[in-house]
């Protein structure tokens, strides 16, 4: 790699650091306002799973620091989801050197989309998901059998289906952008309609519970929202037709003045 080639590269990673060192500022006042209510949103985070349990159980931690450190992870959380439009703004700080001018303007609806999408499919897998599921695992204690569940197990079990939800969520902001890159088209995106079916049912195995239910929940969504992707994608697509057309006359008709 030549100097002037390090050049570029070593800016990108600055860039990288300064977006990465406002990211933390924000989700840590975030954090140092959450953890004021820490103890509150973790009573909030397991209600889904108190609902089904049955009357007088409750969950256990067999580790003397284990309650400490989980309402640490819980303030973390909500300092994410509470600086979300920061982050993505950041993130698209990041990636805006290499757009088009016209392109940047697209600022404000990619923050308000990324934002809503993630903090909408957390909030799905909290409300939708997470009562089906839980009820699904708990129906399996008996006379024999009880379940007992730890909050360490509990919260990282929650956390990873809010973030997975969160993320598919953010399916249409990303096929705008492949749009936009000239890397998908419509056409193509409904060719491939079957296959991405089948890939949203094999992520939902991966990122779910082995179960039939919550792999379904998180699948549906995903169809639901490729298919709104596509449209999105007609949108972009049409745009920048538009705007190459329009530009294609200004040329012509200057050419014909000169």
């Known amino acids: 790699m030549t100097d002037e080639d390090k050049q570029p590269f070593l800016g990108h990673l600055e860039e990288l650091r300064k977006r990465l060192v406002i990211c933390a500022i924000a989700v840590g006042v975030g954090f140092a306002v959450s953890y004021a209510f820490s103890e509150r949103l973790f009573n909030l985070l397991i209600m889904p799973l108190k609902a089904v349990m049955p009357e007088g159980d409750q969950l256990i931690f067999t580790n003397l620091p284990e309650m400490f450190f989980t309402y640490l ?64 695992f708990i129906g399996f204690s008996n006379e024999y059998v009880k379940a007992l569940p730890s909050v360490k197990q509990y919260f990282s079990f929650a956390i990873k289906l809010l973030f997975a939800f969160g993320i598919v969520f953010e399916l249409p902001v990303v096929i705008f952008f492949l749009t936009k890159m000239g890397i998908v088209t419509p056409e193509l995106l409904s060719r491939k309609r079957k296959y991405a079916i089948l890939l949203t049912f ?38 920048k037709e538009a705007r190459e057309a329009k530009k294609e006359e200004e040329e012509k008709k200057e050419d014909e003045e000169g």
């Open 73 to 136: 992870k819980v303030a973390f959380l909500s300092g994410v989801l509470l600086m979300a439009p920061v982050i993505f703004y950041q993130l698209w700080m990041f990636i805006a050197p290499g757009l088009y001018r016209r392109e940047k303007k697209y600022v404000i609806p990619f923050v308000v989309a990324s934002t809503i999408l993630f903090v909408g499919g957390a909030l799905f897998g909290y409300f939708v998901v997470f009562p089906f599921g839980f009820k699904f």
């Open 202 to 239: 094999v992520l939902a195995a991966i990122l779910t519970p082995p179960d039939v239910i919550t792999q379904c929940m998180m699948a549906g969504p995903l169809i639901i929202l490729y298919e709104i992707g596509i449209l999105v994608s007609r949108t972009a697509r049409n745009k």
